[in-house]
């Protein structure tokens, strides 16, 4: 089983440059989550999906957007990348059914300089 | 808010026993998880308590108090291996259905040597 996969797993950008960031599962999770982690920061929530066509604002969510056209597929944007968006991107989804309900599958990672 | 708390760096030895504290503070709570996270890697789910006391699994076991708002994970016989960063992650409970509910807060992280 794939899981949860994120591509690309590295890209370098200059200052401006736009990109994105494409996440696929294939668990038929309903939420999605796009986290970062910088170092002594720790994981922090960027924007997050409820179901397909909807999407929503985490903890971080100035200098990104992100689209749910389709159910399996959760994509971030950076529409003008700046320095401070360096960092490693994590994509995750969950279920909403079971007891541990809400705990997250990540994908591998994606890391991302912004020179 | 959440406020999540736990040790930058911790240092144990192979063999040994470690408890890795995690605190928090939150405007509601719906369980709490730990994860594993290796250098490089994405983090993988480890624990899950959402009532008072001790979960095992294995050598891993998590403990939760949630009137003080305290969690631990306990790893025994420590190998090498278990070297990594260890995320505690605490689920909010919302006055609505949806997102919230399931939306995961992170501490964040200790990372764990394993030495010889």
């Known amino acids: 089983n794939a899981g949860v996969t994120q591509t690309p797993k590295f890209r370098v950008l200059k200052t401006g440059q736009s990109m994105t960031l494409l996440c696929a599962q294939d668990m038929n999770h309903e939420y999605m989550y796009w986290y970062r982690q910088d170092p002594g920061m720790g994981l922090r929530l960027i924007h997050y999906?409820?179901?397909?066509?909807?999407?929503a604002k985490g903890e971080v969510p100035d200098g990104y957007n992100v689209s749910r056209l389709k159910k399996q597929n959760f994509l971030l944007g950076l529409e003008s990348a700046a320095p401070s968006q360096t960092s490693v991107y994590f994509c995750?989804?969950?279920?909403?059914?079971?007891?541990?309900?809400?705990?997250?599958?990540f994908g591998e990672g994606s890391r991302l300089t912004v020179l | 808010g959440q406020n999540i708390d736990q040790p930058t760096e911790m240092t144990a030895t192979e063999g040994a026993i470690v408890q890795i504290n995690c605190t928090y503070q939150t405007s509601g709570f719906n369980g709490l998880f730990w994860y594993q996270q290796h250098a490089g890697e994405a983090p993988t789910f480890l624990s899950y308590n959402v009532l008072d006391g001790l979960e095992e699994k294995g050598r891993f076991s998590s403990f939760l108090s949630r009137s003080k708002g305290y969690s631990y994970l306990l790893l025994k016989e420590l190998q090498m291996k278990d070297s990594a960063s260890y995320l505690c992650a605490v689920r909010g409970s919302s006055l609505y259905s949806g997102a919230g509910s399931y939306q995961l807060t992170f501490g964040k992280g200790t990372k764990l040597s394993v030495i010889p």
């Open positions: 999906s409820v179901g397909e066509g909807t999407t």
């Open positions: 995750a989804s969950s279920t909403t059914s079971g007891g541990t309900a809400g705990e997250l599958f």
